[in-house]
């Protein structure tokens, strides 16, 4: 059998004389080499390149390469590390101690050398339960892309050697002319600092140069007042903890003044219903705050009011001590009886009872004094062995500053953390004396108002990016530590100090020295040497020595008598005005901080603006609603001031009030300009030399306009008695949401009338009727060795603050959406803190309630979604699957407690939201958490218990434990827990019976919102426990009566 | 003739002595060129249509937020519109379906063009869940597909889903419902656009006529699928409401948690649709000039079940008021009160008036027979039951349980803009409808000729083939 011969083509088969021709060539035409090489591009087959073209090009070619090669091309620093730092885990958190500047003490929680989350040092006194609600947002200011990123010299960058140098001569010109030199700054916290500028300023003649401190909110009058009465100007330190009665006037320690997270802790110590121990606390003040919102006892009165009731109080406190009264005080109570009440009930408290006053008068503060020295409160609540020293501000220094400026003597001023032409009662001075200044050096972050002005800006250090110390007591230290390389080329400021001092030393060795010489004065003999000690405060982050006590202090009688003298009558005629502090924003210091613009004031629940607060009965007399634009004249100011008006229940009569910290200038930054807003500051006035927060003399009137304010929550009562009398009285739902008793009836007195017992009886019996259909659900804990989390907000504790709310925007990556959204209602916060009134106008009471996802057992939310994006887990949470979320919203609309928050637009990447989302920028989005996905468009989001930090603390316990059914310790495991000051949530797990949850759970004083609906949510809440007497509830449910019968008709 | 009929039998055809009458009228349309009006109703509503569709494109590109809801109010316009839609459909398959079980001879003259309006409110509401979603390019997911994600299925809990089956089985025996009945219309077309010479025209009625003959077979099997699909579509009609019903009475918000809910949205969804149909059909017999076909005594017939199904629906609101009260549940005595002196109570007056009050109007002979009220109702009927389905949504949304949470929804311009466009794309999609096919079934009606004479030019015809012709 022969091969079979194969063919490719009819061509080779027949072998045509064309293909014999073609067959043994390679390619089927000719290629052109020879025309590519020729000279003469016309004989080239179609293509015009020549030899010299080619070489020209080639040589082109190889330049360009080479030299495009030459540049550096823009690395993207994110290259895993090739020899890992021992510190450093991916995916795990670095924790450093440092201090807040408030001085705070605070854990920085970092990853990968970045700082993402602040928590309260648990080992410090001051921030051992949580740091205060600005605090937390303080990381969002490092990665603020506002700050000033270098030096500046009239307002152009500059370079720190050039600054220097011209600082350098300048300062010696200054030597030689001797004209006065000033550094001004707020209350320095820092011995270290202090000690530089000492430094600094020793280099002057005597007398040439000298530091001022002031605060923007001034507390100068309780040291003066110290001063005037005890010969010592200092500020006590508060020790709510032993008080059992507290009278408070116009006093916010709990949200606004001085330290408010010590001092919430200290005070909810004493607030316990269960074990008894709950303290009587009275408010009498002007404005709502959120101090009074939880006060047992409130009592509105005028701002001018206050002077006089307190020297009331003082004469029948001193009736009842035996001591002498003073003379010639008008007489003068607070309804009806009330100063009698406290004054009786102080007296029974005898150096256990506390008087506070928020008023800057000293005056006013040495007949504070005065009562809490009767009482014998100083050495037992009231400190001055161990005086605090987080205000150290004089209202007289700033004054004599002030004239000096006038005269035009100061050639010299060193601003540090002070911004005079924005926030102090001499802003005019400051305007007009800094520009003609020959040396003005401003250490500031920001382009501020006063910074503006000035002619050299050195900025300084974010703190987390510096050394340093705090001292918030005599026996009480911290270290600030950085815990990110600088992000910009800025100087701390102790540096900027010591350079221009001369002093060749880093003041990173300077601080070193400093607490050395503290470790050889202490005489600690806990440590080896100096480094040692350092190395163990550095990281517990405090220096922390035992109170001391037993130093005697005289007390000048004659000085109350001057004192009380000094102390105005109440203003009969017109209205008066308030200048307050709002919970988030304060004195307008971290006024381009988006979170806090977010975050709703406790009270009003309004975002992103100030606004005058005006009484329910005026805003009725006078037709003014909400949103109304008013026109404010004051006496003694120029133009009359437009405000929008809103109506906040609970004011005093004739008394209106506005926020400080607004109106900041465009400079600051993007948040500031479009937060805009008015400037208090601007109405302060001075009282001698210290200012006033309070102003008479204040006349109101309607315009046409009106001024958008973004309320968060517009409904604040669910009894609505209009229509109450459709289906009679018990159309009040109230009780399935807030629950609240009086201690007497918590504690079982008052026999068959007593609301509570039956109340709880009502809801057991209840209880025993309900069945589930998710057996499953529920496994026997005994034999369970799951987790389920559980979670117990106490109403008795809670203060309504924010602070949680604040880091879980840090910890849960929550977007900010700004003035418009949150005004539609749509603020993305996972938890919301829900106010709610009761009682009339003219003084109601108000609870707090957090909300959040209650994770129910039997979740509305899990049933309707189609494509099971939302599901529970074996330890009872609800989680949320973002990349399976299709957006429905049917889950949302399901659930009962509105917690569910919907993406309506790309917040991360929609030109809506450049300028209010940090995250919109490279070095806003440093400050998100790597653990939690950033949401996209069209996707639902919730709070999700801090699943993330529960995952990373069931892993620890588990690896240490070496068990797979070890269980995490129960303490900070969701952020808000952390976050919480008054350690009013407690989170754990409700299978282990040994949980401080799963004991808080089954008290009786806990309760579930909405349980009739029947979603077993995992959330209970502890029924708010107020410390009134029956009478006093009657009188009080009276009113409430006379309110529904009233509204009725 | 071939039967014999009582002569007190209804007469539901008028003026009509022969079957090539019907045939000429009903084709005339078809085979003759568009005039002005349809150009520029037809052209309009395309506009619209297209309008719609560029604001549904902005929905889709800025997001959910470009409406007025938020996180209390998270449905608004989108699901109203959707069963407002749905509810539309459902007299078609009413009119199809059950009463051709029921043998009601009158239903010939307009299950076609309710059919149509059916499936194009179908098409509407088809809309809303897709664009509705946070993000619609994940529809996919909605259906139980096999994938590589994991594991990752439906979830057959959610009432969501069931719509997701409810409506795509009512889409699909409805669409085939309607094409099935246009099949022999179709030959017809066929045959006259062949002898008049429109090859073209004629080829695509041809190749939608499946090759039929009107043979006896033919008509036998016609005849048999029509009765399964008919009583395959009658429980559609009661299914594909009550689950959207469900939509809302499964969840646990005062309000939407009801189980009055399934046989109220039954009612509510034939009432709207009847309305719809008598708008509809006033306009397009006027137009047509169809009044033989579509006579006096059909639009009777629609008001005399508009004013019955108005007052289930009368009846259920007030059942309502009843069991909320009754429950003593305050929550739900709130939500209730609340709707109808509420913030809402403009849309619930609205609502309660177009619906229960004025079809009442009806029980007049008079009023069912004059064309000028009776379009005029049939407006407020197709107001009032859009308002019925937005009171439901948004009122129980807006003051649910924590007070703290109670928000008010205010639509936006382009949640207006989707809505009206929806309108436009019905119309769009109906007028095409009116032009290229037959808008009343021409075979159907022919059975309701009483003596049908032999037409003179036909010649040898049957009767048989005239009714093909």
Same mark, same amino acid.
């Not at chain 1, 009074?292 to 701002?303: H, K, L, T």
């Not at chain 1, 009894?719 to 459709?726: C, L, M, R």
């Not at chain 2, 008049?196 to 008509?219: A, C, E, Q, T, V």
């Given at each position: 059998m022969s091969r079979p011969k194969y063919w490719r083509g009819i061509e080779e088969l027949e072998q045509s004389p064309e293909f014999l021709a073609q067959k043994d060539r390679e390619f089927s035409t000719d290629i052109p080499m020879e025309d590519a090489l020729s000279n003469t591009t016309e004989e080239s087959l179609g293509f015009n390149a020549n030899r010299r073209d080619f070489l020209k090009v080639m040589g082109f070619g190889m330049t360009a390469a080479t030299l495009s090669a030459c540049f550096e091309a823009p690395t993207k620093k994110a290259i895993p590390y090739v020899k890992k730092p021992d510190d450093q885990i991916p995916g795990v958190a670095n924790y450093y101690a440092s201090t807040t500047p408030e001085g705070n003490p605070v854990l920085v929680k970092t990853r990968v050398g970045r700082p993402i989350l602040l928590e309260g040092n648990p080992d410090s006194y001051t921030g051992r339960n949580g740091i205060d609600t600005p605090g937390h947002a303080t990381i969002l200011g490092l990665y603020d892309e506002d700050r000033i990123r270098a030096p500046h010299k009239n307002a152009n960058p500059s370079d720190w050697d050039i600054v220097d140098r011209e600082i350098a001569n300048k300062i010696a010109e200054l030597k030689q002319t001797g004209a006065k030199v000033r550094v001004l700054?707020?209350?320095?916290?820092?011995p270290s600092t202090q000690a530089v500028i000492d430094e600094f300023l020793a280099?002057?003649?005597?007398?040439q140069a000298s530091h001022v401190m002031y605060d923007?909110?001034?507390?100068s009058s309780i040291l003066d007042a110290h001063e005037a009465t005890f010969g010592q100007r200092m500020l006590p330190t508060y020790q709510m903890q032993k008080a059992e009665v507290i009278a408070s006037f116009a006093c916010d320690f709990l949200g606004t003044w001085i330290a408010p997270n010590e001092f919430t802790w200290k005070y909810v110590v004493n607030r316990d219903a269960k074990t008894g121990k709950m303290s009587r606390h009275f408010q009498v003040e002007s404005m709502l705050s959120l101090t009074g919102a939880n006060a047992d006892i409130r009592f509105p009165v005028q701002p001018s009011q206050i002077g006089l009731s307190l020297l009331n109080l003082h004469n029948k406190v001193a009736r009842l001590v035996g001591k002498p009264t003073l003379p010639g005080v008008e007489s003068f109570n607070v309804a009806a009886n009330g100063l009698d009440k406290i004054a009786n009930e102080l007296v029974e408290a005898r150096g256990k009872s506390l008087v506070l006053c928020g008023i800057n008068d000293t005056n006013i503060q040495q007949v504070v004094n005065a009562i809490n020295y009767m009482l014998d409160n100083y050495g037992n609540t009231v400190d001055i062995d161990n005086p605090g020293l987080l205000r150290k501000g004089s209202d007289t220094d700033l004054a004599t500053l002030a004239a000096e400026l006038e005269r035009g003597e100061v050639d010299g001023l060193f601003l540090y953390g002070a911004n005079p032409v924005y926030n102090s009662v001499y802003s005019d001075a400051f305007k007009k004396a800094i520009p003609e200044m020959k040396l003005s050096v401003s250490f500031a972050h920001k382009f501020d108002e006063t910074t503006e002005l000035c002619e050299y800006v050195c900025p300084d250090h974010h703190y987390l990016e510096s050394w340093g110390d705090k001292q918030q007591a005599t026996n009480l230290y911290s270290v600030v530590q950085p815990t990110i390389n600088p992000i910009f080329n800025s100087r701390q400021v102790e540096d900027s100090f010591l350079t221009w001092t001369g002093n060749k030393i880093d003041f990173h060795d300077y601080l070193k020295n400093r607490w050395f010489s503290i470790y050889e004065a202490e005489q600690?003999? =806990?440590?080896?040497d100096g480094q040692a000690f350092w190395d163990t405060c550095l990281r517990k982050g405090v220096y922390e020595k035992e109170a001391t006590s037993g130093g005697r202090f005289s007390f000048n009688e004659v000085a109350i008598l001057e004192a009380s003298k000094g102390i105005k009558g109440p203003v009969t005629e017109g209205m008066e005005i308030v200048l307050y502090e709002k919970v988030a924003i304060r004195d307008g210091k971290y006024g381009n901080n988006p979170w806090l613009h977010e975050l709703p004031d406790p009270i009003t629940r309004v975002a992103w603006d100030n606004y005058l607060v005006v009484p329910n009965a005026y805003a009725k007399e006078n037709g003014l609603k909400n949103e109304d634009i008013v026109s404010v004249s004051i006496e003694g100011l120029a133009e009359p001031v437009e405000l929008p008006v809103f109506v906040q229940p609970g004011l005093a009569r004739n008394t209106v009030g506005v926020a400080l910290?607004?109106?900041?200038?465009? =400079?600051?930054g993007r948040v500031a300009k479009v937060v805009g807003g008015y400037n208090a500051f601007q109405l302060l006035t001075r009282n001698g030399d210290n200012v006033s927060y309070r102003r008479g003399g204040v006349s109101i009137s309607k315009t046409e306009k009106t001024y958008p304010l973004a309320l968060t929550q517009t409904f604040d009562t669910l009894y609505d008695p209009a229509k109450g009398e459709v289906f009679g009285d018990d159309y009040d739902r109230t009780d399935y949401i807030i629950r609240e008793t009086i201690l007497p009836f918590y504690n079982g007195e008052g026999g068959k009338d007593n609301p509570y017992r039956e109340n709880v009886e009502k809801w057991e019996e209840k209880r025993k009727h309900l069945v589930t259909l998710w057996e499953s659900h529920f496994k026997d804990p005994e034999t369970n060795r799951n987790i389920r989390w559980a979670m117990v907000i106490d109403l008795n504790k809670c203060t309504g603050c924010g602070a949680c709310i604040i880091s879980c925007h840090a910890e849960n990556n929550v977007p900010v959406v700004g003035k418009k959204e949150v005004r539609d209602r749509r603020n993305m916060h996972w938890l919301r803190i829900d106010r709610y009134y009761s009682g009339d106008t003219e003084n109601p009471d108000v609870v707090f309630q957090p909300m959040? *996802?209650?994770? *129910?057992? =039997?979740?509305p939310c899990e049933t309707v979604c189609p494509v099971l994006a939302t599901i529970h887990s074996n330890e009872g949470l609800n989680q949320m699957t973002y990349n399976r979320c299709v957006g429905t919203r049917y889950c949302a609309n399901n659930c009962p407690y509105k917690v569910r928050r919907f993406n309506w637009f790309s917040y991360y990447n929609d030109e809506l939201f450049r300028d209010v989302n940090p995250y919109q920028n490279e070095l806003g989005r440093l400050v998100l958490n790597p653990d939690v996905t950033v949401r996209f468009r069209g996707v639902m989001e919730k709070c999700s218990w801090c699943v993330q930090r529960l995952q990373e603390a069931k892993l620890k316990a588990k690896i240490q434990a070496n068990s797979s059914f070890a269980k995490p310790d129960d303490k900070n495991l969701t952020a808000c827990q952390s976050a919480c000051s008054a350690n009013a949530v407690v989170f754990g797990d409700l299978n282990d019976k040994n949980s401080a949850v799963s004991k808080l759970f089954y008290d009786e004083r806990s309760y579930t919102v909405l349980e009739e609906v029947k979603t077993l949510p995992s959330i209970k809440y502890m029924t708010k426990v107020r410390n009134r007497t029956v009478e006093e509830y009657e009188e009080k449910e009276a009113i409430k009566k006379e309110v529904q019968n009233y509204t009725k008709v | 003739m071939s039967h014999v009929e009582s002569p007190i039998r209804q007469k539901w055809v008028t003026n009509t002595e022969h079957y090539n009458k019907i045939t000429e009228d009903i084709a005339r349309p078809i085979e003759s060129k568009p005039n002005l009006l349809w150009l520029v109703v037809t052209g309009f509503s395309g506009l619209v249509m297209a309008a719609g569709f560029a604001i549904i494109g902005w929905t889709i590109w800025e997001g959910i937020g470009t409406w007025g809801l938020n996180p209390t109010v998270g449905w608004g316009f989108d699901i109203t519109n959707f069963v407002f839609w749905v509810g539309i459909g459902h007299a078609g398959t009413l009119i199809s379906a059950v009463l051709l079980l029921f043998r009601q001879p009158w239903r010939n003259s307009i299950n076609r063009a309710s059919e149509a309006m059916t499936i194009f409110a179908v098409f509407c509401a088809g809309l809303f869940p897709v664009i509705h979603m946070g993000r619609p390019w994940l529809a996919l997911w909605f259906f139980p597909l096999p994938n590589t994600r994991g594991s990752l299925w439906v979830n057959f809990n959610s009432p969501l889903l069931w719509d997701v089956f409810a409506i795509s089985t009512y889409l699909t025996v409805s669409l085939v419902f309607w094409y099935l009945g246009m099949v022999p219309d179709f030959a017809t077309l066929r045959d006259r656009l062949r002898k008049k010479g429109r090859k073209f025209m004629s080829s695509i009625y041809g190749f939608l006529s499946f090759g039929w003959d009107g043979s006896s077979r033919n008509w036998s099997r016609y005849e048999i699928v029509t009765w399964v699909l008919a009583g395959l579509a009658t429980p559609l009609v009661l299914s594909v409401h009550t689950i959207v019903s469900m939509d809302f009475a499964t969840s646990v918000i005062p309000g939407w948690h009801t189980t009055i809910f399934p046989p109220y949205f039954v009612a509510g969804a034939i009432f709207s649709g009847f309305g719809m149909v008598q708008t509809l059909m006033i306009v397009t017999r006027k137009v047509y000039k169809l009044e033989d076909y579509i006579t006096m005594d059909h639009m009777e017939s629609i008001a005399k079940i508009v004013v019955a199904t108005g007052s289930i629906v009368g009846l259920a609101y007030m059942t309502e008021f009843f069991v909320a009260w009754y429950s003593g549940s305050l929550w739900e005595r709130y939500i209730f009160i609340n709707r109808a002196f509420g913030p809402y109570a403009w849309a619930y007056w609205i609502m309660f008036s177009c619906n229960v009050i004025t079809p009442q109007l009806f029980w007049f002979r008079w009023v069912r027979r004059n064309m000028v009220f009776t379009f005029i109702l049939s407006i407020f009927v197709n107001i009032g039951m859009w308002f019925e389905r937005f009171v439901i949504i948004v009122t129980s949304l807006h003051r649910d349980y924590l007070a703290s949470s109670w928000a008010t929804y205010t639509p936006t311009w382009v949640e207006a803009g989707i809505f009206i466009g929806t309108f436009g794309l019905f119309f769009f999609l109906f007028f095409l409808f009116a032009k290229f096919l037959p808008v009343i079934n021409i075979f159907e009606v022919k059975t309701l000729v009483r003596h049908p004479k032999k037409p003179e030019n036909l010649g040898e015809s049957t009767v048989t083939k005239a009714i093909v012709d």
């Amino acid at each position: 059998m022969s091969r079979p011969k194969y063919w490719r083509g009819i061509e080779e088969l027949e072998q045509s004389p064309e293909f014999l021709a073609q067959k043994d060539r390679e390619f089927s035409t000719d290629i052109p080499m020879e025309d590519a090489l020729s000279n003469t591009t016309e004989e080239s087959l179609g293509f015009n390149a020549n030899r010299r073209d080619f070489l020209k090009v080639m040589g082109f070619g190889m330049t360009a390469a080479t030299l495009s090669a030459c540049f550096e091309a823009p690395t993207k620093k994110a290259i895993p590390y090739v020899k890992k730092p021992d510190d450093q885990i991916p995916g795990v958190a670095n924790y450093y101690a440092s201090t807040t500047p408030e001085g705070n003490p605070v854990l920085v929680k970092t990853r990968v050398g970045r700082p993402i989350l602040l928590e309260g040092n648990p080992d410090s006194y001051t921030g051992r339960n949580g740091i205060d609600t600005p605090g937390h947002a303080t990381i969002l200011g490092l990665y603020d892309e506002d700050r000033i990123r270098a030096p500046h010299k009239n307002a152009n960058p500059s370079d720190w050697d050039i600054v220097d140098r011209e600082i350098a001569n300048k300062i010696a010109e200054l030597k030689q002319t001797g004209a006065k030199v000033r550094v001004l700054s707020s209350s320095v916290l820092s011995p270290s600092t202090q000690a530089v500028i000492d430094e600094f300023l020793a280099q002057f003649e005597d007398g040439q140069a000298s530091h001022v401190m002031y605060d923007a909110v001034s507390t100068s009058s309780i040291l003066d007042a110290h001063e005037a009465t005890f010969g010592q100007r200092m500020l006590p330190t508060y020790q709510m903890q032993k008080a059992e009665v507290i009278a408070s006037f116009a006093c916010d320690f709990l949200g606004t003044w001085i330290a408010p997270n010590e001092f919430t802790w200290k005070y909810v110590v004493n607030r316990d219903a269960k074990t008894g121990k709950m303290s009587r606390h009275f408010q009498v003040e002007s404005m709502l705050s959120l101090t009074g919102a939880n006060a047992d006892i409130r009592f509105p009165v005028q701002p001018s009011q206050i002077g006089l009731s307190l020297l009331n109080l003082h004469n029948k406190v001193a009736r009842l001590v035996g001591k002498p009264t003073l003379p010639g005080v008008e007489s003068f109570n607070v309804a009806a009886n009330g100063l009698d009440k406290i004054a009786n009930e102080l007296v029974e408290a005898r150096g256990k009872s506390l008087v506070l006053c928020g008023i800057n008068d000293t005056n006013i503060q040495q007949v504070v004094n005065a009562i809490n020295y009767m009482l014998d409160n100083y050495g037992n609540t009231v400190d001055i062995d161990n005086p605090g020293l987080l205000r150290k501000g004089s209202d007289t220094d700033l004054a004599t500053l002030a004239a000096e400026l006038e005269r035009g003597e100061v050639d010299g001023l060193f601003l540090y953390g002070a911004n005079p032409v924005y926030n102090s009662v001499y802003s005019d001075a400051f305007k007009k004396a800094i520009p003609e200044m020959k040396l003005s050096v401003s250490f500031a972050h920001k382009f501020d108002e006063t910074t503006e002005l000035c002619e050299y800006v050195c900025p300084d250090h974010h703190y987390l990016e510096s050394w340093g110390d705090k001292q918030q007591a005599t026996n009480l230290y911290s270290v600030v530590q950085p815990t990110i390389n600088p992000i910009f080329n800025s100087r701390q400021v102790e540096d900027s100090f010591l350079t221009w001092t001369g002093n060749k030393i880093d003041f990173h060795d300077y601080l070193k020295n400093r607490w050395f010489s503290i470790y050889e004065a202490e005489q600690e003999e =806990n440590f080896v040497d100096g480094q040692a000690f350092w190395d163990t405060c550095l990281r517990k982050g405090v220096y922390e020595k035992e109170a001391t006590s037993g130093g005697r202090f005289s007390f000048n009688e004659v000085a109350i008598l001057e004192a009380s003298k000094g102390i105005k009558g109440p203003v009969t005629e017109g209205m008066e005005i308030v200048l307050y502090e709002k919970v988030a924003i304060r004195d307008g210091k971290y006024g381009n901080n988006p979170w806090l613009h977010e975050l709703p004031d406790p009270i009003t629940r309004v975002a992103w603006d100030n606004y005058l607060v005006v009484p329910n009965a005026y805003a009725k007399e006078n037709g003014l609603k909400n949103e109304d634009i008013v026109s404010v004249s004051i006496e003694g100011l120029a133009e009359p001031v437009e405000l929008p008006v809103f109506v906040q229940p609970g004011l005093a009569r004739n008394t209106v009030g506005v926020a400080l910290g607004y109106g900041r200038s465009k =400079n600051v930054g993007r948040v500031a300009k479009v937060v805009g807003g008015y400037n208090a500051f601007q109405l302060l006035t001075r009282n001698g030399d210290n200012v006033s927060y309070r102003r008479g003399g204040v006349s109101i009137s309607k315009t046409e306009k009106t001024y958008p304010l973004a309320l968060t929550q517009t409904f604040d009562t669910l009894y609505d008695p209009a229509k109450g009398e459709v289906f009679g009285d018990d159309y009040d739902r109230t009780d399935y949401i807030i629950r609240e008793t009086i201690l007497p009836f918590y504690n079982g007195e008052g026999g068959k009338d007593n609301p509570y017992r039956e109340n709880v009886e009502k809801w057991e019996e209840k209880r025993k009727h309900l069945v589930t259909l998710w057996e499953s659900h529920f496994k026997d804990p005994e034999t369970n060795r799951n987790i389920r989390w559980a979670m117990v907000i106490d109403l008795n504790k809670c203060t309504g603050c924010g602070a949680c709310i604040i880091s879980c925007h840090a910890e849960n990556n929550v977007p900010v959406v700004g003035k418009k959204e949150v005004r539609d209602r749509r603020n993305m916060h996972w938890l919301r803190i829900d106010r709610y009134y009761s009682g009339d106008t003219e003084n109601p009471d108000v609870v707090f309630q957090p909300m959040m *996802c209650q994770h *129910c057992d =039997n979740a509305p939310c899990e049933t309707v979604c189609p494509v099971l994006a939302t599901i529970h887990s074996n330890e009872g949470l609800n989680q949320m699957t973002y990349n399976r979320c299709v957006g429905t919203r049917y889950c949302a609309n399901n659930c009962p407690y509105k917690v569910r928050r919907f993406n309506w637009f790309s917040y991360y990447n929609d030109e809506l939201f450049r300028d209010v989302n940090p995250y919109q920028n490279e070095l806003g989005r440093l400050v998100l958490n790597p653990d939690v996905t950033v949401r996209f468009r069209g996707v639902m989001e919730k709070c999700s218990w801090c699943v993330q930090r529960l995952q990373e603390a069931k892993l620890k316990a588990k690896i240490q434990a070496n068990s797979s059914f070890a269980k995490p310790d129960d303490k900070n495991l969701t952020a808000c827990q952390s976050a919480c000051s008054a350690n009013a949530v407690v989170f754990g797990d409700l299978n282990d019976k040994n949980s401080a949850v799963s004991k808080l759970f089954y008290d009786e004083r806990s309760y579930t919102v909405l349980e009739e609906v029947k979603t077993l949510p995992s959330i209970k809440y502890m029924t708010k426990v107020r410390n009134r007497t029956v009478e006093e509830y009657e009188e009080k449910e009276a009113i409430k009566k006379e309110v529904q019968n009233y509204t009725k008709v | 003739m071939s039967h014999v009929e009582s002569p007190i039998r209804q007469k539901w055809v008028t003026n009509t002595e022969h079957y090539n009458k019907i045939t000429e009228d009903i084709a005339r349309p078809i085979e003759s060129k568009p005039n002005l009006l349809w150009l520029v109703v037809t052209g309009f509503s395309g506009l619209v249509m297209a309008a719609g569709f560029a604001i549904i494109g902005w929905t889709i590109w800025e997001g959910i937020g470009t409406w007025g809801l938020n996180p209390t109010v998270g449905w608004g316009f989108d699901i109203t519109n959707f069963v407002f839609w749905v509810g539309i459909g459902h007299a078609g398959t009413l009119i199809s379906a059950v009463l051709l079980l029921f043998r009601q001879p009158w239903r010939n003259s307009i299950n076609r063009a309710s059919e149509a309006m059916t499936i194009f409110a179908v098409f509407c509401a088809g809309l809303f869940p897709v664009i509705h979603m946070g993000r619609p390019w994940l529809a996919l997911w909605f259906f139980p597909l096999p994938n590589t994600r994991g594991s990752l299925w439906v979830n057959f809990n959610s009432p969501l889903l069931w719509d997701v089956f409810a409506i795509s089985t009512y889409l699909t025996v409805s669409l085939v419902f309607w094409y099935l009945g246009m099949v022999p219309d179709f030959a017809t077309l066929r045959d006259r656009l062949r002898k008049k010479g429109r090859k073209f025209m004629s080829s695509i009625y041809g190749f939608l006529s499946f090759g039929w003959d009107g043979s006896s077979r033919n008509w036998s099997r016609y005849e048999i699928v029509t009765w399964v699909l008919a009583g395959l579509a009658t429980p559609l009609v009661l299914s594909v409401h009550t689950i959207v019903s469900m939509d809302f009475a499964t969840s646990v918000i005062p309000g939407w948690h009801t189980t009055i809910f399934p046989p109220y949205f039954v009612a509510g969804a034939i009432f709207s649709g009847f309305g719809m149909v008598q708008t509809l059909m006033i306009v397009t017999r006027k137009v047509y000039k169809l009044e033989d076909y579509i006579t006096m005594d059909h639009m009777e017939s629609i008001a005399k079940i508009v004013v019955a199904t108005g007052s289930i629906v009368g009846l259920a609101y007030m059942t309502e008021f009843f069991v909320a009260w009754y429950s003593g549940s305050l929550w739900e005595r709130y939500i209730f009160i609340n709707r109808a002196f509420g913030p809402y109570a403009w849309a619930y007056w609205i609502m309660f008036s177009c619906n229960v009050i004025t079809p009442q109007l009806f029980w007049f002979r008079w009023v069912r027979r004059n064309m000028v009220f009776t379009f005029i109702l049939s407006i407020f009927v197709n107001i009032g039951m859009w308002f019925e389905r937005f009171v439901i949504i948004v009122t129980s949304l807006h003051r649910d349980y924590l007070a703290s949470s109670w928000a008010t929804y205010t639509p936006t311009w382009v949640e207006a803009g989707i809505f009206i466009g929806t309108f436009g794309l019905f119309f769009f999609l109906f007028f095409l409808f009116a032009k290229f096919l037959p808008v009343i079934n021409i075979f159907e009606v022919k059975t309701l000729v009483r003596h049908p004479k032999k037409p003179e030019n036909l010649g040898e015809s049957t009767v048989t083939k005239a009714i093909v012709d």
